[in-house]
């Protein structure tokens, strides 16, 4: 195994196989094998950005994008290219309110199962200690 990297060292090009426009995180601030946390500040010229707040389906991208990149820095440290993934199936959605451009996204996934290569996760998203969205999320590996 590749020596572990300092997380402020790492982009979100180095982890995701996303590319802008729709890179939707900006730090990994958390990675365990259980936990990985993220930031992302909204901005004005995002894709998923209107009338000054952030699209629901921008927040749900967020939470997908925070799974892969846990996935992501596992690869990178483990000397493996990065894996695409996709959304296999998000239960228990709730958005309590999107947020707005300029407020900073801090979004926390916490894996309940790992089984052929799916991964079930708890995803939150807090601006601040304000939670505002929270959903359980099912994510394949290609």
Request: aromatic share 6%; net charge negative.
């Amino acid at each position: 195994m590749v020596q572990l990297l300092q997380l402020l060292d790492i982009t979100p090009l180095d982890i995701l196989p996303q590319r802008p426009p729709f890179v939707m995180i900006d730090h990994l601030t958390n990675y365990s094998q259980e936990i990985t946390a993220t930031q992302f500040t909204v901005r004005p010229d995002n894709i998923f950005v209107a009338e000054g707040k952030m699209l629901a389906t921008g927040l749900i991208e967020n939470m997908a994008q925070t799974c892969a990149a846990r996935l992501g820095y596992y690869n990178l440290i483990s000397g493996l290219p990065v894996k695409i993934g996709f959304i296999g199936a998000i239960r228990n959605l709730h958005i309590m309110r999107t947020p707005k451009v300029g407020e900073t996204l801090d979004t926390l996934i916490r894996v309940k199962e790992e089984i052929f290569g799916m991964t079930l996760v708890d995803a939150e998203s807090r601006v601040k200690e304000e939670m505002i969205a929270k959903a359980e999320m099912k994510i394949a590996i290609q």
